[in-house]
């Protein structure tokens, strides 16, 4: 069983930055993959993926909408992940979800997560 706690989210303005974190309870943390989802709760719209980065090759891959914005990092000796946020817009809005997985493909998809946690609030406004 692996327990995500996130935490760092928060109001920010347009253009603006925001790191969350996420720390998980995972004794082999380091063959963990780890993502981030985000959901807007009052659009409609499902949780969709943000970034991911792979257990022991860590290597990350972004969805389009955040790609040169946000970058995803993890430091395997504090068990913890890392999502950096930079020139955020409104539409950046949402819970933001911490997931851990063992799967190696399609890391994209909410499948291939088996553990998640609470969702931490970003929002962007001015």
């Known amino acids: 069983q692996v327990q995500l706690v996130e935490s760092g989210g928060g109001l920010v303005q347009p253009g603006g930055s925001l790191r969350l974190s996420c720390t998980a309870s995972?004794?082999?943390?380091?063959?963990?993959?780890m993502a981030w989802f985000r959901q807007a709760p009052q659009s409609g719209k499902e949780r969709e993926f943000v970034?991911?980065?792979?257990?022991?090759?860590?290597?990350?891959f972004y969805a389009h909408s955040v790609k040169g914005r946000f970058t995803i990092s993890r430091d395997n000796a504090k068990n913890t992940a890392y999502l950096e946020m930079n020139s955020l817009k409104p539409e950046d809005t949402a819970v933001y979800y911490c997931a851990a997985g063992f799967q190696r493909n399609g890391l994209g998809s909410r499948d291939a997560y088996d553990y998640w946690g609470r969702g931490t609030q970003v929002t962007v406004s001015s």
């Open positions: 995972a004794p082999t943390f380091s063959t963990v993959t």
């Open positions: 970034a991911t980065i792979t257990g022991v090759s860590s290597l990350p």
